[in-house]
């Protein structure tokens, strides 16, 4: 997991709950290789005062300095990795005043740094599917733009998007086959009610669901692993964010779940969220 310092070198507003921060840096060698869709780094914000290594591994950093001068870690998709010009995108939903990095790019202007750690991935569009499956909410938005861009241009797509409300609807690229259906909270619409209304189409799925963790795991997990009969390698779900924790509670809440559910914990199979 190399360790990448980025500049900031503008902002855009995508949504009036959707910001997209534009990165630069020097040295972008270390995404020459990743070639997943749903690519993350682990952004590092250090507490004030407390220097970190050049390079760090923030899986291991627990144990190599006093507990409160641990950075705090958040996770995000990296979108549009260019190694040459040295420049990427992260696009933070803006959620209110709460937690680290949502804050953190409500406010974030040109010369602000940011330090990243990864990339990680697990997922990439199969191309022999017959159909995909794309549900998340804006969180999971980035990677599923992602995963549309990496698609063939006639691919077959039922992309399932929850926002606030119309004027919060992200714009997507779909394939010639693609439809987007997006839930507004605002009705009390939900992701699991319109996914069971999908039309279910024939031959093979590949899905990628990712979202707050009791909506995907308790919610559409079930549904798409029993119900639909959904194959590990056929699913790729997990949640990306827990109300009412942050990512530190959060990171708890799903090593507790996998172990009472008899699963290796997510970090021992190298999951996203770990
Ligand atoms: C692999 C992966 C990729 C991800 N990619 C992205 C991405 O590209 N863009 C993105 O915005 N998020 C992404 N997330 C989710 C992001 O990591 C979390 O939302 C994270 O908790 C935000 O950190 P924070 O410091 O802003 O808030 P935290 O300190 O973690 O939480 C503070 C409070 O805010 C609430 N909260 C956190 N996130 C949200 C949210 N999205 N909506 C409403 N309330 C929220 C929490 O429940 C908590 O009450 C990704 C997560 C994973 C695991």
């Known amino acids: 997991m190399p360790t990448t310092r980025f500049t900031v070198t503008g902002t855009t507003m995508l949504t009036p709950t959707m910001v997209r921060v534009h990165l630069s840096t020097d040295d972008l060698s270390g995404f020459a290789d990743s070639r997943f869709a749903d690519r993350y780094v682990k952004l590092v914000f250090p507490k004030p005062g407390v220097e970190l290594p050049e390079q760090l ?24 990795p260019d190694v040459e010009a040295g420049t990427m995108d992260i696009d933070f939903v803006v959620h209110g005043d709460e937690g680290v990095a949502g804050p953190w790019a409500a406010r974030a202007q040109a010369g602000d740094t940011l330090i990243a750690n990864g990339p990680g991935g697990a997922y990439t569009p199969d191309p022999t599917a017959d159909w995909h499956l794309l549900v998340g909410d804006e969180s999971a938005v980035p990677a599923i733009s992602a995963a549309l861009q990496a698609m063939h241009p006639d691919a077959t797509a039922q992309v399932v998007i929850l926002v606030d409300s119309a004027d919060h609807e992200p714009k997507l690229t779909l394939p010639a086959g693609g439809s987007v259906t997006f839930v507004h909270r605002a009705k009390g619409g939900s992701l699991e009610s319109v996914v069971r209304g999908l039309e279910w189409l024939d031959g093979r799925v590949h899905a990628f669901v990712h979202g707050e963790a009791e909506e995907t795991m308790k919610g559409l997990r079930p549904y798409l692993r029993t119900e639909r009969g959904l194959g590990r390698e056929q699913l790729s779900i997990s949640g990306y964010w827990r109300r009412g924790t942050s990512e530190d509670g959060f990171r708890e809440w799903k090593a507790k779940l996998a172990s009472e559910e008899g699963e290796e914990t997510p970090s021992r199979r190298g999951r996203p969220g770990s």
């Open 57 to 80: 591994d923030v899986r291991s950093l627990r144990g190599t300095m006093p507990p409160e001068d641990l950075p705090v870690v958040r996770t995000y998709t990296a979108l549009n």
